[in-house]
């Protein structure tokens, strides 16, 4: 994602809504778990008002350089589903998925991710990030993202 492609989501969500929907305090829970995967005590600056990306259903809550990596925190609706694409050498990217549950499709097959659960895309894997009928919250770790022009982190399928 380049912050250039960011604009207001098509239906914004608020701090209060996410914490009903999931009976948590999703801040907390995003520090705690950030602060848990990366070295030092690191905190984010969350959003004002929900964001997204040309494409793609998801809302971003936070989006931040961490050292080396970029950090964001995704709300995916029901029935939604993130754009195909991939990340360059030498980005990976960690999904740690949050609260409620989503399947990640990893090139040709499908992972079930439910809350407490974690996985890695290698670089050069097309991936999409689907929900079904409950929501989805996750804190995505793309590490090495420094190191790739903004302009280069996201690459759409088939191009």
């Given amino acids: 994602m380049i ?3 960011l604009q207001l989501g098509k239906r914004e969500i608020t701090s209060e809504e996410i914490g009903k929907t999931f009976s948590i305090d999703y801040k907390k829970l995003v520090t705690d778990t950030l602060r848990r995967v990366i ?3 690191h905190s984010l600056s969350f959003f004002e008002s929900s964001k997204g990306h040309e494409g793609s259903q998801a809302l971003y809550l936070a989006e931040e ?3 080396k990596d970029m950090v964001f925190v995704s709300y995916l609706g029901p029935n939604g589903r993130t754009t195909i694409h991939k990340h360059q050498e030498p980005i990976r990217e960690n999904y740690f998925q949050l609260a ?3 399947r990640l499709l990893l090139g040709n097959s499908f992972h ?3 809350a407490g659960s974690a996985l890695t895309v290698p670089s050069d894997v097309f991936h999409q990030l689907i929900t079904g009928n ?3 919250l996750v ?3 793309m590490e090495n993202a420094i190191s790739v022009p903004r302009d280069k982190l996201h690459i759409p399928v088939g191009l």
Wanted: negative net charge; hydrophobic residues 35%; without cysteine.
């Fill in 112 to 114: 079930d991710l439910k």
């Fill in 100 to 102: 409620g549950f989503s």
């Fill in 134 to 136: 409950s929501p989805s």
């Fill in 65 to 67: 350089m961490v050292g």
């Fill in 139 to 141: 804190l995505i770790v």
């Fill in 3 to 5: 912050e250039s492609e």
């Fill in 39 to 41: 070295t030092g005590n």
